[in-house]
């Protein structure tokens, strides 16, 4: 079996410390002995950020070569080369600010190798003294520092330095309250071990066992790969009943009714066919929330058993 990559979005406000925290991760990947790369999905500021990771670690060295500044609709395409040039054990995303979780899940997951990546979460880095003074920032921006808390899976409450100790307390119970399932962690200088950010999935394991809940609460990436056809209207009639926490699917399905295969794609509900030439491995991605991952795999294999 080929080696799994796994797969880390790193967001936050600009300023927050994602570039710190890079470093840190990079070097604690380099002294396990991982081999990590990095991809800047950030437009226009490319230069800035390349520039900044190099000041005193030198980011060519760190990263083995696997520099990769791209633009989100060129993210698909690099991680297919990343994938397929290196032996990688883990890739961290670098996002905008602006860009949703969803579009950055849904560019990286590809049904061509989705199998080889395990999508690990959201780690989102907060800058205490901007969280602390939000009410200054406009609307729209405020809304954004609390959305990104809100979809993270793993926070980090960085410049805890910068706050006295009873206000880093009173940030924590908020941010908390915004989004009591994440793991959240005060830093100084984005410092924290690899171990814990490696931890994250298998911690919300627990939340939701003591919870007695089955499924995930964040964004999730399923890959499901179908044996062989399925029959149309039956796999219609399942996406009908989806729920909305279905985002985007896409992938390769084969019916019986037809020869060839098709690409689907579905995003919020409309579902697109497009006849496939090639014979391509039916692999189905499901991006959403809160899905019951038991439950769709289990629906999908009834489907190819029908
Ligand atoms: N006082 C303090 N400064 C910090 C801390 N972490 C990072 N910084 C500083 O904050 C500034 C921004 O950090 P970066 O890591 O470049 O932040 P970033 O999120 O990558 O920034 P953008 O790429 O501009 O979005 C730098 O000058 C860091 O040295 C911290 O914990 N305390």
Redesign the pocket.
Known sequence: MEKMTEVYILG??????????LKEIIQQENEAGRKAAILLN?LG?VS??SA?LGADVPFKELLGGCICCTIQDKLEVQIHSLLSEHELDAIYIETT?AAHPVEVLDSIMSPLFAKRLNYRGIIT?VDLLRFKDRNELSPQLRQLLVEQVQHADFILL?????VSDLEAGQLVYSIQAINPEAISLL????KISLSSLQKMKMNQKNVHSQLNVHSHLHLQAIVHTFKKAMDQTSFEEWLRALPATVYRMKGYVSFTNSEQPYLFQYSYGMPIYMNELIKMPLNLVIIGEKLNEKEIRSQLTALEEK
């Open positions: 936050g406000f600009l300023g927050s410390g994602k570039t710190t925290l950030e500021s800035v950020e900044a600010g880095v960085n410049k805890q330095d910068l830093t100084t200088q984005a």
